[in-house]
């Protein structure tokens, strides 16, 4: 969602601005635009189109310069317009691009049209870029308003501002939005992350929470949000320019499995602030839309099935919402009973699993009060059919078998759950707050969760002449007991099933043997004293018992109870999204040992376009 490269060099940077916009394509957007300072002042093209359209544009009119700024935009206040595409201008002498969204927008637009400002957008971002040029015509330079323009901000922002009367000069800033300093021999430039700036340099400063920046081709300066300044570490980055490459991981899939901390904040990025879910994050107009759902229903297939199950809980329990889930393939051959007020909610990866896609179609003629579409893909065919959108930032996944692409599903489906938790108003400010911190420390518990590799690269010699496994769980967490049964037949080509831990004496336990290894996904919660009563049955068959527990119910396990793996996985929001981890590190080690090709396993593919 949204995507800011910025340049200052003493070479022309407008190719370097657009094949920067085009890196960041990947997070979503539905318009375009570049600003260049030019010896005539600001030179301005927008597009409420594709880059590609914006690269079309500029082959016809070129606008060359050493200093500019270009921004991807995902469409929340105003429709997805050309007038409503960034940069926005001020009196044709500042030029801004903005990620995030300004929550007292209209109050400083109240404020701006009462000193003379004339708006062209419904966006909340002309606002600032109207707000900097009043400050510096009270004679501020253009680093100055923008240090004193964020002060008056609500809200999450990340943005980049060049003025007509200072050539040359590029002035970034954020808060809640990510932005990133690129540091070159004399040029300097700024982006939304690293990947659209890897083909010039692989220097960089991450800009800390309410930091502001002014950089030129010469160098750059930092101020806190103290307004005092400050030395930010330049970091190098390993990866390549092309970012498709492994690097130092030996399988694409591995490389996915550790990518997952950068994954979900991506996708949390400019969607939550200081425990607040921020408006409009499906998109304009949907929060009126969603605060009249009372029902939901999820379509989806393979391992986003397995994150709806999981949503399915979470919507009953935290937002007290009814929600069933289905697979793709059998909805779309059905004729559905939609209660009144309820909203379809399709998940795919890829955007065109066919299945998928029809059921959407399908639904569009069911009588739902709306549909929503989580997917990676902004260019797919599921995002253009789509009503409301929210894009996971997973990036580019290249392993057929889904390892961030699912985590990051899971994070907008909190998302999801806790915008309904909000709307509803049955749920206490207190409590909704500490469920949104507690999904804002999803990377760092993802990468607490990535240290326990070398304990599963052990434990996956235990399955590797195993030709059968059972994976178990309760509750939210049978679901990701079926993800990781799913995740090692993909891979590895042994059988695996998972079954809700109460049904083992209900056929499975008689598969129970020496042979046949069996996964318990234990977290800290009600149902922990009933999951082991039913490992106790396993192990009293001869079964071979592997348990990824949550550490705080680490003191309920006995050394009878089999290979214990702990991981700290929060509470019971984001514990089912952490436990996926040990559970893909497994399948990925095991199918390693076995030799399998684990990039690309037989007979399957990474987007399923046919029946």
């Not at 044709?92 to 969204?101: C, E, R, T, Y």
């Not at 998109?283 to 939901?296: K, S």
Request: with cysteine; aromatic share 6%.
């Amino acid at each position: 969602m949204c995507g800011i490269v910025g340049a200052a060099a003493r070479r022309d940077v407008s190719d370097i601005l657009v094949s920067g916009l085009r890196a960041l394509e990947y997070r979503g957007y539905d318009s375009a635009g570049i600003a260049m300072q030019t010896p005539d002042g600001i030179s301005r093209a927008r597009t409420g189109g594709k880059v590609a359209e914006l690269e079309a544009m500029l082959a016809d009119n070129p606008s060359r310069g050493e200093c500019g700024i270009a921004h991807t935009r995902w469409a929340t206040h105003g429709a997805p317009t050309t007038q409503n595409a960034h940069p926005h201008l001020s009196s044709d002498s500042v030029a801004l691009v903005h990620n995030g969204i300004i929550e007292n927008h209209e109050e400083l637009r109240e404020e701006l049209g009462g000193a003379g400002y004339r708006f062209e957008s419904e966006t909340d971002t002309e606002v600032v870029a109207h707000l900097v040029h009043q400050l510096m015509s009270e004679g501020h330079d253009v680093f100055g308003a923008v240090r004193k323009a964020v002060h008056r901000l609500r809200g999450a922002y990340a943005i980049a501002v060049i003025s007509r009367d200072e050539p040359g000069v590029v002035v970034g800033a954020r808060a809640g939005s990510p932005l990133v300093l690129g540091v070159g021999f004399r040029e300097h430039f700024l982006a939304s992350d690293v990947h659209p700036l890897l083909a010039v340099t692989n220097r960089f400063v991450y800009l800390d929470e309410g930091d502001v920046v002014r950089l030129e081709s010469s160098g750059y300066e930092i101020r806190d949000r103290a307004d005092k300044r400050v030395h930010r570490p330049v970091q190098e980055a390993d990866m390549a320019a092309d970012a498709v490459q492994r690097g130092q991981y030996r399988h694409y899939m591995q490389k996915e499995i550790f990518e997952q901390p950068r994954a979900v904040a991506d996708t949390l990025e400019g969607r939550i602030a200081d425990g607040r879910i921020l408006p409009n994050i499906f998109g304009v107009g949907a929060d009126a839309l969603l605060e009249q759902v009372r029902q939901v229903h999820i379509v989806a297939c393979g391992t986003s099935y397995h994150a709806g199950l999981v949503a399915r809980y979470q919507l009953e329990a935290l937002a007290g919402i009814p929600c069933s889930v289905e697979v793709a393939s059998e909805y779309r051959y059905r004729d559905p009973v939609v209660p009144p007020d309820s909203l379809f909610v399709a998940i795919s990866q890829s955007g065109e699993t066919a299945d998928t896609l029809a059921a959407l179609r399908h639904a569009g003629e069911a009588g739902y009060l709306a549909s929503l579409v989580i997917c990676n893909v902004p260019e797919s065919s599921i995002v253009r059919e789509a009503g409301m959108v929210l894009m996971t930032r997973a990036g580019l996944e290249i392993g057929v078998a889904s390892t961030k692409a699912f985590t990051t599903q899971l994070a907008a489906l909190q998302l999801l759950v806790l915008k309904l938790a909000a709307l509803s108003g049955r749920v206490e400010a207190d409590r909704l707050e500490g469920w949104i911190r507690e999904l804002a420390s999803a990377p760092e518990m993802l990468e607490r969760a990535l240290k326990l590799d070398d304990r599963i690269e052990n434990l996956a010699e235990h399955f590797v002449e195993k030709h059968h496994a059972l994976f178990l769980g309760r509750g939210s967490h049978f679901p990701i007991a079926m993800e990781g049964a799913l995740k090692l037949k993909e891979i590895s080509y042994i059988h695996a099933e998972a079954y809700p831990a109460g049904e083992l004496k209900h056929g499975p336990l008689a598969l129970v043997d020496h042979d046949m290894p069996v996964v318990a996904v234990a977290p800290n919660n009600a149902l922990l004293e009933k999951l082991i009563s039913n490992i106790e049955e396993v192990r009293a068959r001869g079964g071979e018992m592997f348990v990824v527990a949550d550490h705080e119910a680490l003191s309920s396990f006995r050394e009878r109870h089999g290979e214990v793996v702990e991981v700290e996985s929060g509470g019971a929001l984001l514990a089912p999204l952490i436990l996926t981890v040990p559970l893909q590190l497994l399948a990925y080690h095991v199918a390693v040992l076995r030799g399998t090709d684990v990039d690309q396993p037989r007979n399957l593919a990474k987007s399923v376009t046919v029946e």
